[in-house]
C-alpha cells in the first residue's frame, strides 16, 4: 500500500530522489552507448583471440557493470514498482555482483 504524505518537509528528500534518478539513467545511457560504440573493437580484439585471464576479467567487469548499471536503474527510478521477490532478487544481484568484480578486481584474500 502506497502512502502519501503531503508533508512539505519531504518534498526536499522526494525531489532530490527523484534528480539522483535521472542521473542513473543518464549513466545507464552513457554506458550503452559505449557499449555500443565499442561492441566491434571487442569482438575483434577480445572474443575472436584466444581467451586469457586478462580477457576473461575484461568481459566479467564490463558485462557485470551493464548488468549492475542496468539493475540500479531498477533500484532507484521511484515510477517503477517492485515486488518482494523482484526487491529479494535484486539484492542478491547486487550483493554477488559486488562480490564477483571485488574478487576480480583484487584477487584472492590473503
Request: charged share 10%; no cysteine; net charge negative.
Amino acid at each position: 500500500m502506497t502512502i502519501v504524505s503531503n508533508d512539505p518537509t519531504w518534498w526536499s528528500a522526494i525531489n532530490a530522489y527523484r534528480f539522483a534518478s535521472y542521473f542513473v539513467v543518464a549513466a545507464f545511457v552513457a554506458l550503452t552507448y559505449d557499449w555500443a560504440l565499442t561492441f566491434a573493437q571487442e569482438v575483434e580484439l577480445i572474443w575472436r583471440q584466444r581467451l586469457s585471464l586478462m580477457s576473461v576479467l575484461y568481459l566479467g567487469v564490463r558485462y557485470l557493470g551493464i548488468l549492475f548499471a542496468g539493475l540500479s536503474i531498477l533500484d532507484s527510478v521511484p515510477t517503477i514498482p517492485q515486488t518482494d521477490t523482484v526487491s529479494l532478487i535484486m539484492y542478491l544481484v547486487f550483493n554477488w555482483t559486488n562480490a564477483v568484480v571485488f574478487a576480480m578486481l583484487w584477487g584472492e584474500p590473503g
